[in-house]
C-alpha cells in the first residue's frame, strides 16, 4: 500500500510572529522533512478544527523547517491564528507544480505581488535571488491596500539595497507614516525597464488584481504564454480527486495553482 | 463459457459468504436494494435492471474514515471481509471508467478506493428488462456487460449462463468448479434472444423520449454555455444534492476532521457540486454563486471535463438522477435541449 495521501505528517510549531493585525507567519517543524518547490502548496491541519491550503513563504532550500504566511479570513485561519509556540498541527504535501524556475534561466523577469498574495511571492523572491545570475534583469513590483498590510517589511528593505532586484512598492491609500507610491500596483509597472516581448511576468494576488495586472501586461507586450497566475481555488484534497478546485480541464491543486495564462484564458469566468 | 443451475448459484453464493460480504438486489415494491444475502434472502433479483443505489458505494463509501492521529504511512485498515456485489449491470460497470480514472490514475493514487477495486468481487447480471428511465444505449453502453466484471451471469430459464471477465473470475470458477456445469445448447441462442429483446426495450425508450445519442455531445457545452437552458432548468432544483449521491459517475468528496482535539479523525463524505459553498474558498469568493452556474457546471464537468481528459462522457444512461430529483429535473430533456438548435 503507497502512502496515506490524506494523512498529515505530525507538526510542531516553532514560532509565531505577527506581521499584521489580520496575517501571521507560522514557523513549522515536521517530523518528516518535506522538500517543496517554490509555489507548490501545502495543507495545513489544525487537529479537531480542520486543514486549509497555504503556499509556504519560506525558502524552499530549507528542508527541516517550513513558514506559512496566514491572513485571518476563516474559520481555520482564525484557529491558525490562536497558535503558540509548541502546538502540535499537521502537514500535507507539498501538492502541485511549482514555478519553472530553469525555463526562466537567461530571462528578464517582473514578480507583481498584491496583498495576500505576498506569501507565496517571498519564497519566490527567496529561491529567484538565491540564483540571481542566471536572470538577466529582476524586477518586483508589489501593492496592498495600506501600509499596515504591507507584510515583510525587513525583508523587503533589505532586498530594496540590492544591486540585482529593482523593487517598488505602493498602497491603494497611504498614511502619515508612508512616503511610497499611492495607487494600484498596475500604476507603478510603467518604468519597468525589460523587453517585454521577451520577458516573465510572475503574478500573484487577489484575483481582481491578478485580472487587472494582466490586462496590463499584455497591453506592455508581455505575451500570455510568459504570464504566471497563481489561481486561487478551493484545494481540498490537494491530489485532483476531490473534485473542487477545478478550473476549465485542469484542478488547480494538481495542475496549479501556478498556471500561464495562455492555458487558462479560454475557460470562463477564470476570475471568478 | 460455463453455467449454472439456479439450486447451485444458491450455493456459490453460500461459499462465497465465508471469504466476501456478499450483497445481492433485493426487489421490494418496484425497486431494487442491495442486501447483505443470507440463508433466508427472499425476492432475490439477478436479472432485470440497475439497483436503487450506484455501484460506487461498494468502492468510496459515502462516509468512511481516510487518516487518523498523524499515522501517515498507514491505511486505517478495514476490519471487515471484501464484498461480493452480485447482479451489477452495465450501466454501473461504465461508472468504472470515471471513477477509476479519477481514483487510480493520477500522480497520486487513492489507495482506499485500489484496495476496494483489488479486493472486492464483481459477478455482473444482463438486464432481463428495462424502465422508464433506462438510455444506456444512447450512451454507447449495451444493456449487458462487455468489460470490468469478474463473472457475468445471463440469465436462462433454469440457471445462468455464466461467462468469466478476469483472473479473479477463472479462479472463482477453479475453487467451485464442482457447482459449475457444461453449458447446454440451447443456453447462447436464449442469452442472445434476451438481450436482444431488452436492448429494443432501451432503443424504444430513446425513440419515444427523442434522447440524442453521444455521437452528438460534442461540444455541446461550449455551444450553449451562455444558453437560457440552465437558469430554466435550475428554476426548480431545490439544492438537495441528490443527482450527486446517485449517479454512479459523480465522485467529489470532502474532508472533515471530527471536532475532537484530543484524537484527529479525518472523514471522507461525498459531496454535492450542487450545494452552494462547493467551490466557495475561505474569503468568500465563489465562481458559482448561482445555482443555475452550478446545474450548468454538473453537466459541464460530465459532458466537457471528462471527454477532455478521459476521453469518456460521465453518464452511463442509467437514470437514477431522473428518479431521484424532486424537482422533476430530468437530464434526457436537458441533452436533448443543449443538443437542438434553440439557443
Known sequence: ?272 | MHYISKNNFVKLLEALQADYEVYVPVKKDKQRFYKKFNQSSDNVVIGEVRAYEPLKAFFSRAREIVAEDFKTDKVPSSTNKPFAIVGVKACDLKGFKVQDHVFTNHDYKDPFYIRNRQQNLIISADCTSAIETCFCMALGIQPYPRENFDINLSQGKEGFLVEVGSQKGETLIDKHSSLFEEMPDEALSERDGQRNWVAKKVEDNIKENDIPHQESYKGIIEKKYESDIWKDEAKTCVECGACNTICPTCHCFLLYDQKSPQHMARLRIWDSCMIKDFAEVAGGANPRPKLWMRLRNRFEKKFDFFPKVADIYACTGCGRCISACPAKIDIRKVLKKLVGNAQ
Open chain 1, 1 to 272: 500500500m503507497p502512502n496515506n495521501p490524506y494523512s498529515p505528517i505530525e507538526t510542531k510549531v516553532l514560532e509565531v510572529t505577527t506581521e499584521t493585525p489580520t496575517i501571521k507567519t507560522i514557523k513549522l517543524k515536521p517530523k518528516e522533512e518535506i522538500s517543496f518547490a517554490t509555489g507548490q502548496f501545502i495543507e495545513l491541519t489544525i487537529p479537531g478544527v480542520g486543514e486549509a491550503p497555504f503556499t509556504p513563504s519560506s525558502r524552499p532550500s530549507v528542508k527541516d523547517t517550513m513558514e506559512v504566511t496566514v491572513m485571518k479570513v476563516g474559520r481555520v485561519t482564525e484557529r491558525i491564528h490562536q497558535l503558540k509556540k509548541g502546538d502540535i498541527v499537521g502537514l500535507r504535501g507539498p501538492f502541485g507544480k511549482g514555478y519553472p524556475l530553469d525555463d526562466f534561466k537567461g530571462k528578464e523577469l517582473l514578480v507583481v505581488g498584491g496583498g495576500c498574495g505576498f506569501a507565496p511571492l517571498r519564497s519566490l523572491m527567496y529561491s529567484l535571488l538565491e540564483r540571481s545570475d542566471e536572470f538577466k534583469k529582476l524586477f518586483f513590483r508589489g501593492g496592498c491596500k495600506t501600509p499596515r498590510e504591507l507584510v515583510y517589511r525587513s525583508e523587503t528593505e533589505k532586498w530594496r539595497e540590492r544591486k540585482d532586484l529593482n523593487l517598488k512598492l505602493t498602497v491603494d491609500a497611504g498614511d502619515e507614516s508612508w512616503q511610497g507610491h499611492v495607487g494600484l500596483v498596475t500604476t507603478i509597472l510603467d518604468d519597468v525597464d525589460m523587453d517585454y516581448a521577451s520577458g516573465i511576468a510572475i503574478v500573484c494576488g487577489p484575483p481582481v488584481m491578478m485580472k487587472f495586472a494582466t490586462r496590463k501586461l499584455q497591453e506592455m507586450g508581455f505575451k500570455e504564454e510568459n504570464i504566471y497566475l497563481s489561481m486561487e481555488k478551493n484545494m481540498s484534497c490537494g491530489i485532483g480527486k476531490c473534485g473542487h478546485c477545478r478550473l476549465g480541464i485542469y484542478y488547480a491543486c494538481k495542475d496549479g495553482p501556478v498556471f500561464k495564462y495562455s492555458k487558462i484564458k479560454n475557460f470562463p469566468n477564470i476570475w471568478d
